[in-house]
């Protein structure tokens, strides 16, 4: 079936440092996003990004979708940016398929 | 602009008892609604489609008699888990897709934590 890899699985960081979040796919995509899911368990979208690169604020993301790869980056880490981070990718009228995540912590 | 609420936010409920979780599009309609299950630490995994006015489709492996959906208008759907058990105690979440907009715009309720005992 189809897989969503995300790397690393869990990431401990002191607060201003910069990360890189990655979400290896195992199929075509024509639509790939990222969500934060807050410690209370809300889903933010942060990005719909199926190819190229957007930014906002401190965050961005780039999406290769030929080589079937997409990059969340964090500057300036806050501890407000905890939680676990998905990426999800679908293609057509397929169902949203959700990524393993990666558990960010922001240490003071 | 595009809120989704649950309702209820956390439920603990008896073995064999049935409970009902609500999900609402506050500033949409939403033709198409989306349920997630969340075992702790995992990811988000997609239990049924819900569509407005008809029957809903169960992804393959949940039971459509256990968990009853109900899209019976533009903004509001139901989850009734039937006849709870422990195994059936996570975190259940849903989405909404604005009508007319693609399937992949879904926007997330906050969840409801069920337990079981």
């Known amino acids: 079936g189809i897989q969503v890899e995300q790397s690393p699985p869990d990431l401990i960081l002191q607060e201003g440092a910069n990360s890189t979040l990655r979400c290896n796919f195992s199929?075509?995509?024509?639509?790939l996003q990222w969500f934060h899911q807050n410690p209370w368990g809300q889903l933010i979208n942060l990005f719909y990004i199926p190819s190229g690169t957007k930014q906002n604020g401190r965050l961005s993301a780039t999406t290769v979708a030929t080589e079937r790869y997409s990059l969340l980056y964090i500057s300036s880490s806050q501890t407000t940016d905890s939680g676990v981070y998905f990426c999800?990718?679908?293609?057509?009228?397929?169902?949203?398929?959700f990524g393993t995540g990666t558990r960010l912590t922001i240490i003071p | 602009g595009a809120v989704v609420s649950q309702h209820p936010s956390r439920v603990i409920c008896k073995s064999g008892t049935s409970v009902k979780i609500e999900c609402r599009s506050l500033d949409f309609q939403a033709t198409t609604m989306f349920w997630y299950r969340q075992f702790p630490k995992q990811s988000l995994m997609l239990m049924a489609t819900?569509?407005?006015?008809?029957?809903?489709?169960?992804e393959q492996g949940v039971e459509k008699d256990k968990f009853l959906i109900n899209h019976a208008s533009l903004t509001l759907s139901t989850l009734t888990v039937t006849s709870a058990h422990p195994e059936d105690s996570s975190f259940y979440i849903c989405s909404a897709s604005p009508s007319g907009g693609e399937t992949y715009e879904q926007y997330f309720g906050p969840g409801t934590r069920l337990t079981v005992t």
């Open positions: 999800a990718r679908s293609f057509g009228n397929e169902k949203l398929t």
């Open positions: 199929d075509s995509v024509n639509n």
């Open positions: 819900s569509n407005e006015g008809s029957k809903a489709t169960y």
